[in-house]
């Protein structure tokens, strides 16, 4: 009954913005956390950043100072804004939302991925 859509990816130059956005939608009674994380072709999975329900934030070294995430709870609605952006930040960037359903229990809820390419 959760879904988490992400949304903003696309093509730009190296130096270039973006910002992606990871909306939850369903039976949401709260989201507890979000991570974001991006898998680049022939690499893991890694963490990029994420955002407690307290609003404390933590980033990956290779994006520190470039990227930020926040979150606007009003709406279920995290971001991950991305400044300087380099062609090694080229990757499907994903969401995962923990989320409290009114029964009390959390969950993690994947996106399904937005690609980002950052071309030299």
């Known amino acids: 009954q959760v879904q988490v859509v992400e949304s903003g990816g696309g093509l730009v130059q190296s130096g270039g913005s973006l910002r992606l956005s990871c909306a939850a939608s369903?039976?949401?009674?709260?989201?507890?956390?979000v991570g974001w994380y991006r898998q680049a072709p022939g690499m893991q999975r890694e963490l990029v950043a994420q955002i407690a329900s307290g609003g404390t934030t933590t980033y990956a070294d290779s994006v520190k100072g470039r990227f930020t995430i926040s979150r606007d709870n009003a709406k279920n609605t995290a971001y991950l804004q991305m400044n300087s952006l380099k062609p090694e930040d080229t990757a499907v960037y994903y969401c995962?939302?923990?989320?409290?359903?009114?029964?009390?229990?959390?969950?993690?809820?994947w996106g399904q991925g937005t690609q980002v390419i950052v071309s030299s």
């Open positions: 995962n939302s923990i989320i409290k359903k009114f029964d009390g229990l959390t969950y993690g809820y």
């Open positions: 369903g039976t949401v009674f709260s989201i507890e956390s």
